[in-house]
Every structure is written in structure tokens, then in C-alpha cells.
T-cell receptor, first 113, second 111 residues
């Protein structure tokens, strides 16, 4: 049971480049989330999804896009990378937000130069 | 969701109980208290959660005061591997939108 898998683990982007951060879970969780964590700070919610085909904005969605075509996958897209998007990105999933905790991936460390 | 207040840092001797406090004085009746921890550079790890009653699992115990305005996470026998940032989060029932992480408490377990 792999849990939540994120790829890549590290990436350096140049300003204006685009990339997709991959997230997949094998627990059949309906709920999935993307967070970012800046150095020394708590996590901030970017986007979330309550099921395949349904996504919604979190606290800091600007500069990002998501899609949820399957239950397992929830990719995060950066279209025009900016230095302000340098951060560690965590994907998480949950069976039920109320009754269960979230399972987090190990993160993607992104640097935009 | 209600705001939480935690001390920025705490130390604990290895083998002793670590008691991490959290104040959530504006909590409402249908908000749960969650605890997560984040070991350096890793993704947060769920520890425990509760609504009204005290809870215990294999990792920790959660003590919630009768008025629900504060809670304490107890690690009964802290080890060096418990050194981490611990987050206390209050979250509204039925809300898929937010699990809001504040700055947490840096717990350092000392040998």
C-alpha cells in the first residue's frame, strides 16, 4: 500500500516555465488536497477536490490549476512559474474529512529561478 | 473555523511524557480538534482527533476540557523520533475546504 505518491521530489524551474506536479493515491479516497509550505510557515491550501470531476479553490489558488479526472490522480499545474511559487508542495487525501485524518505525500520541493 | 493558540516551542526529556497545550477558546459545538505533526521536511502526519470526549490511540492521548476551550496532546513516553512541529487544528464538521495549519509547537525531545 503506497499511500500518497508525489513526483518529482525536487525540481528547479526558470521563470515563465510550466510544469505539472503529480499526485496519486491508492486508498480510494474521494477527498484530495494540494498545500504549499513556505520556509518556517504553516501549510496553505491551494486547491481541493471532493471527488472525480469536482475541484474547488483553497486559500492561495492564483497561479495554479488542477484537474481530477480519476479518483486516484490529482495533478497540480503551474503555468507561468514565478519566484513566489518557490515552496514545498504537499498533496494529501482523506476518506472522510470529519472522521479520518489526512494522509500526506512526502512533498515536492520546487525552486523557481 | 476557530483559531488556535499554541506555544512556539517546548522541550521534553526522552522517556518522559510530553504534554502539548492548545487553546481554542472560540470553538463551536460542531468543530473537531485535530492534531498533526511534521517531522523535518516530511509531510504532516495525522495523530489523533476528538470532538468532546478524551481520545487515545497507539500514538497519543487527547484531553479536551469540559468547556472545549482548550486541549492537551499527550505523548506518554517521548522518544527522540518524536521531535517535530505539532499542529493543533480546529475544523468544522462537514467542511471539506479547510484543514488550516498555523505555526504549531516545535517539540524537541532531549536525550
Amino acid at each position: 500500500n503506497a499511500g500518497v505518491t508525489q513526483t518529482p521530489k525536487f525540481r528547479i524551474l526558470k521563470i515563465g516555465q510550466s510544469m505539472t506536479l503529480q499526485c496519486t493515491q491508492d486508498m480510494n479516497h474521494n477527498y484530495m488536497y494540494w498545500y504549499r509550505q513556505d520556509p518556517g510557515m504553516g501549510l496553505k491550501l491551494i486547491y481541493y477536490s471532493v471527488g472525480a470531476g469536482i475541484t474547488d479553490k483553497g486559500e492561495v489558488p492564483n497561479g495554479y490549476n488542477v484537474s481530477r479526472s480519476t479518483t486516484e490522480d490529482f495533478p497540480l499545474r503551474l503555468e507561468l512559474a514565478a519566484p513566489s511559487q518557490t515552496s514545498v508542495y504537499f498533496c494529501a487525501s482523506s476518506y472522510s474529512p470529519e472522521s479520518y485524518g489526512y494522509t500526506f505525500g512526502s512533498g515536492t520541493r520546487l525552486t523557481v529561478v | 473555523d476557530a483559531k488556535t493558540t499554541q506555544p512556539p516551542s517546548m522541550d521534553c526529556a526522552e522517556g518522559r511524557a510530553a504534554n502539548l497545550p492548545c487553546n481554542h477558546s472560540t470553538i463551536s459545538g460542531n468543530e473537531y480538534v485535530y492534531w498533526y505533526r511534521q517531522i523535518h521536511s516530511q509531510g504532516p502526519q495525522y495523530i489523533i482527533h476528538g470532538l468532546k470526549n478524551n481520545e487515545t490511540n497507539e500514538m497519543a492521548s487527547l484531553i479536551i476540557t469540559e468547556d472545549r476551550k482548550s486541549s492537551t496532546l499527550i505523548l506518554p513516553h517521548a522518544t527522540l523520533r518524536d521531535t517535530a512541529v505539532y499542529y493543533c487544528i480546529v475544523r468544522l464538521t462537514g467542511s471539506a475546504r479547510q484543514l488550516t495549519f498555523g505555526s504549531g509547537t516545535q517539540l524537541t525531545v532531549l536525550p
